[in-house]
Every structure is written in C-alpha cells, then in structure tokens.
C-alpha cells in the first residue's frame, strides 16, 4: 500500500509539500479539427459470465430488490449517467455456445442448459432477447448482438435476426415476437458474426474462418425495412456486420479478413473487424492482484494498457493497406483490465476489484482510441457489472460504481466529439526498471461547441503543474472535475462508496495560459471557457 498522499478535496490539487513538475506545457490546437470520436468507442459488455447478467442486471420481477420488469433500478439509473451507446450481448465465448431460441417465451417453459465455459453452472435462460432489448431501450442505448457461429448453423442466426426484425404480417417467426409481447421489430445497428473464431468460437485458421464469415454474413440480414434503404441496397446507416478479428498481435488474420473484404460478392460485407486485448497479464493465468498491490504492479500494468497503442497502429496499418478509404471500423470489442480473481470467489467467474490503477488504464485506453478516430469507431470495455474492469459491482440489493465507471462519465463530452490535436512535453518517470509518459492527453470540441481537455497524470509519486494553452482559443478560465484517490490501489466497498470519485477542479489565468495542477494517478477534464 503506499503512503496516503491525499489529506482534503482539493488539496492534493495544490499540493506544496511534495516537488512539483512545474510548468509542462500543453497546447490544443483549435484551428486543427480531426475526425469525430465517435460515441460507440465508449460501449460496454454484458456476457452471461458470473454475476454479470443475473444479480447484476436481471433480479427478475419478483425480487424484493427495486426492479423494472426484473432488471435492477439501481443499475438502470448508474448507466443512464454515463450514456452508454451499445450494450455487446450475450458474449464473448458464451455467445457460440447460446441458442436464441432457449431464451425466449414463458419463463417457466425455457429450458435449463449449462454455461459449460464459465463455471459450467445452470443457465436458467430467463434473460434472454427481450429482456435484453428491455434493458437497452429502459437504458437508452442500442444493441450490439453477437451471432452463433461456433456451435450454431446459418440457419439458426438467419432466424434469429428474422425473429428481431421481420414484420409479422409476412413472417410466421415474427408472429412468434408478437406474441412474446414485442409486435415492433427491435432495432439490430450492429450484428457480430461470431467471437474469437480463432479459440473459444471454433478454433479456425483465419482462411476458414474468412470462408465461413462470408456464408454467415450473406444470410444475416436485417428485416426492417426500416433500418434498411428503400431499394434494398446496402445502407451504411443500416445493420453493421462485425467480423471476428485478432488475438492481440495475431496480424496475419487482420490480413486475410481485410483481403477478403476486397473480394465482396452479392450481400455480404464486413463493416467492421475486431480487436480483443487485455492489460495486466504479460503470462497466463493473469497474476496481478485487483487490490493490495505496489508501485512496480501498478507500472507493469499500466505498460501493458500502453501496449493498446502499438495494436491499433499495426493493425490500422494493415486496414489501411486493403481499405485506404477506411470504410471498415476497427471494433476492439473487448478489452479492459483483467487481474487475478477477488479472494474466495469462483475462478471462472472472472470477479475482480477496481481501483484508481483500473480508472487510469481506462483514461489512457480510451485516450488512445480517440488518436485513432478514424479508425477505430467502436470499442467495448470489458465488462459492465460484476466482470472484469466492471463499472458496477452489486452485491444482493448492494450496489456501488467503480473508478472506471466515473473515468467513463468524465469522458461523456468526448462523445461524438470532434478530435482537436495536441502536444504536450508529457516527460517521463521510471519505476523498476520501466520508463512510461508522466501525461497523457486528450481533446477535443463537443457538440455543445465548447473545448474539453483530458489530463491524465500516470505518475503515482509526483504531481505535475500543466500550462495549458488553446490555439485559436481564447480561455479565460477552466473548470471541471478530477478524479483522484488516497493510494494508486484505492477501490470503493459497498460499506465506503466514496473513496475514489470526482472533485471539481479550476484553473488559474495568467499570461494567456491556464495553469492546473494535477494530483498523482489522477484522470482530470476540463472544460475552456
């Protein structure tokens, strides 16, 4: 545990005790606009994996826990907060072991089958594609459905996506939604045509997989005339397809699913690839605790979330090679932190703590997606409650936010924004042998037309003074919120809520410059007004 850095609210923002990094200067160049940040980058995952779906979002109607339709209340109103733009479902792995058709109808009449991958406990299949649907629209966001390709047939998925969208007027399986209590099509903007084909989706070479995608893809088709153009054609604005991607560095299946992408024939297309990588394992099992951890685990962890920054070029660059016009997005589905169980759980269901290391490994994962805008358009943390880098964690009628899950409403203004480019003299700082930026920085101007600057100090010794200057900008004054805690190891408890969460900050003006000064691993945005 290190030492207590943070005595009051606001006064580790002025620290004078501790040396201060005085004077970096950072410029945001307002005359310079990029790409959108596109507001997908901030999705989240919701795997039938632990307490994830049960407890953490479906208690079902006739808990004592405050619920709508069985999903929790409490969960509701935390994600409505952070503005969630796509919801991935059921899995990750557990989506080529799912068939639909089990989660569907009277709950009493749905089978029990086996979650094999993850704990092989009961799978009661009582949340199941309404449910699921209830759940984005009561949270206001939109779904991101995973398709069976590992263990289901063409036929299955076709079926599926026809029970979603199709009009009952001209479609028996249609009808069988109306009569499930859902006589409107549901809205499919994205569709993934299988996960991780390369391991836990069917083991295949990416040749294979290429071959199978393109059989797949041809027959999942959305039946909303609605979410489609008036002829039929294909509709940029309509349902993405989203290809099974890499491995971490896997460059080679990049390679082949862009090269077939180029060789489209009749309806299907790849919209999208995905990405999957996780920080804080260089080894399998991951090793690194959530909590109780020291200044060399947290570097570690924190060099392995920079990682993201090598992936996303190399396999960009390789995009741009088959698709220079960059009609493709780059999905990286899943990533996020992924530590050794929380003590006295059960191992594969992948419950971890979240600390003030997890919230700066969000900051500089989604700093890095925004660098990347043009490219990467969607992104999915994982996973939303209970898993993994969760935003929630419940616990029976419990519930509390994460530091992740306050990193994620600072960046709620990046949403759909457009990117501003910056420099910044970030210096550097060296723990155990491993040397990382001390800052990393984003911006960019919301749709409200205001500038929002995002300040991360990675350093967890050292607080550092930031000159900030607009090009093109006239700032008088910034203000905004920092997120900050006693110990790079601090988590919120369902007894202490509140240990690590935002604290209004403001900036000073002098010489046409506003200078901040940030608290160690601490993850800041301002507003410049």
Same mark, same amino acid.
């Given at each position: 545990?290190m030492?207590?850095y943070l005595a009051?609210?606001?006064?580790? %923002?002025?620290?004078?005790?501790t040396p201060v ?7 945001v160049?307002?005359?310079?606009p990029g ?8 999705g989240q995952f ?16 006739d !808990? ?13 109103a935390?994600l409505?907060e ?9 899995g990750?792995?557990y ?6 058709h089990?989660?569907i +109808?009277p709950k009493d009449?749905?089978?029990s089958?086996v979650?094999y991958?993850?704990g092989r406990v ?6 199941g594609?309404?449910e ?11 779904? &991101?459905?995973?398709?069976n ?7 299955e998925?076709?079926?599926w ?11 028996s399986?249609a009808?069988?939604r ?6 409107a ?14 391991g836990? +989706? ?10 199978? &995608?393109?059989t797949?893809?041809?027959?999942a ?8 153009l008036p002829?039929?054609d294909?509709d ?9 991607g890499a491995?971490?560095d ?6 082949v699913m862009?090269?077939?992408s ?5 309806s299907w297309s790849?919209?999208?690839l !995905? =990405?999957?990588?996780?920080?804080g394992f260089d080894?399998w099992?991951p ?5 109780d951890f020291d200044?060399p685990a947290?570097t570690?962890?924190i ?5 993201m920054e ?8 390789i995009?741009d090679k088959?698709d220079?016009q960059?009609k493709?997005?780059?999905v ?11 003590p006295g759980?059960h191992?594969?269901f =992948?419950h971890?703590?979240n ?7 969000a900051?500089?994962?989604?700093n890095?997606?925004?660098?990347h805008?043009?490219? @990467?358009r969607?992104?999915n ?9 969760a935003?929630? =964690? *419940? ?8 530091p992740t899950?306050? @990193?994620?409403? =600072? ?5 759909d924004?457009?990117f501003l480019p910056?420099?910044?003299?970030a210096g ?10 001390r ?7 919301g749709k409200?037309?205001?500038?929002y600057v995002?300040?991360?100090n990675v350093d967890?010794k050292?607080?550092v003074?930031v000159?900030l200057?607009?090009?093109g ?6 203000r905004?919120e920092t997120?900050y805690a006693?110990?790079i190891?601090s988590?919120?408890t369902?007894d202490?809520?509140d *240990?690590v ?12 410059? %506003?200078s901040?000064? %940030?608290?160690?691993e601490?993850v800041?945005? @301002?507003?410049l007004?």
């Amino acid at each position: 545990m290190m030492k207590t850095y943070l005595a009051g609210a606001i006064a580790a %923002l002025f620290l004078a005790a501790t040396p201060v990094l005085a004077g970096t200067p950072v410029t945001v160049d307002t005359t310079k606009p990029g790409p959108q940040i596109s507001r997908h980058i901030f999705g989240q995952f919701a795997e039938h994996l632990g307490t994830g779906i049960y407890d953490g979002i479906w208690v079902g109607e006739d !808990s004592p826990i405050p619920n709508t339709r069985g999903i929790r209340n409490d969960v509701v109103a935390a994600l409505k907060e952070i503005k969630v733009p796509n919801i991935r479902w059921p899995g990750g792995c557990y989506a080529d072991d799912y068939h639909w058709h089990n989660g569907i +109808g009277p709950k009493d009449k749905r089978p029990s089958t086996v979650n094999y991958l993850w704990g092989r406990v009961a799978e009661s299949n009582h949340f199941g594609t309404h449910e699921f649907m209830d759940f984005i629209d009561q949270i206001d966001s939109e779904a &991101y459905m995973s398709g069976n390709v590992g263990s289901g047939t063409v036929q299955e998925m076709s079926d599926w996506l026809e029970y979603m969208t199709a009009d009952p007027a001209i479609s028996s399986v249609a009808r069988e939604r109306v009569a499930n209590g859902h006589p409107a099509p549901f809205k499919v903007p994205f569709f993934g045509v299988g996960n991780e084909s390369w391991g836990c +989706g069917g083991s295949m070479t990416p040749e294979h997989y290429a071959n199978v &995608y393109k059989t797949y893809a041809t027959f999942a088709r959305n039946y909303d005339n609605a979410q489609q153009l008036p002829n039929g054609d294909y509709d940029p604005n309509g349902m993405k397809r989203i290809a099974s991607g890499a491995n971490v560095d896997d460059y080679k299946w990049t390679e082949v699913m862009m090269e077939a992408s180029t060789k489209q024939i009749f309806s299907w297309s790849i919209d999208g690839l !995905s =990405l999957h990588y996780y920080s804080g394992f260089d080894q399998w099992p991951p090793h690194y605790s959530a909590q109780d951890f020291d200044e060399p685990a947290y570097t570690h962890v924190i060099r392995s979330a920079y990682k993201m920054e090598e992936l996303v070029s190399k396999h960009s660059a390789i995009m741009d090679k088959y698709d220079p016009q960059k009609k493709v997005a780059l999905v990286v589905d899943e990533w996020g932190t992924w530590h050794t169980p929380a003590p006295g759980s059960h191992p594969r269901f =992948l419950h971890q703590q979240n600390s003030q290391r997890d919230a700066i490994v969000a900051a500089v994962t989604i700093n890095i997606f925004t660098r990347h805008a043009e490219r @990467v358009r969607m992104a999915n943390v994982a996973q939303m409650i209970n898993v993994l880098q969760a935003m929630i =964690l *419940t616990q029976g009628d419990k519930m509390v936010v994460t530091p992740t899950y306050h @990193v994620f409403k =600072l960046y709620v203004p990046f949403q759909d924004a457009t990117f501003l480019p910056v420099t910044a003299d970030a210096g550097t700082f060296t723990i155990d042998g491993i040397t990382l930026p001390r800052l990393d920085v984003a911006a960019a101007k919301g749709k409200d037309g205001k500038i929002y600057v995002s300040l991360t100090n990675v350093d967890p010794k050292a607080p550092v003074e930031v000159d900030l200057n607009a090009l093109g900008f006239s700032a008088k004054t910034a203000r905004g919120e920092t997120l900050y805690a006693p110990e790079i190891d601090s988590i919120n408890t369902f007894d202490k809520p509140d *240990t690590v969460k935002p604290r209004p900050i403001a900036a000073k003006a002098s010489g046409g410059k %506003l200078s901040l000064k %940030l608290a160690p691993e601490s993850v800041t945005v @301002v507003v410049l007004e």
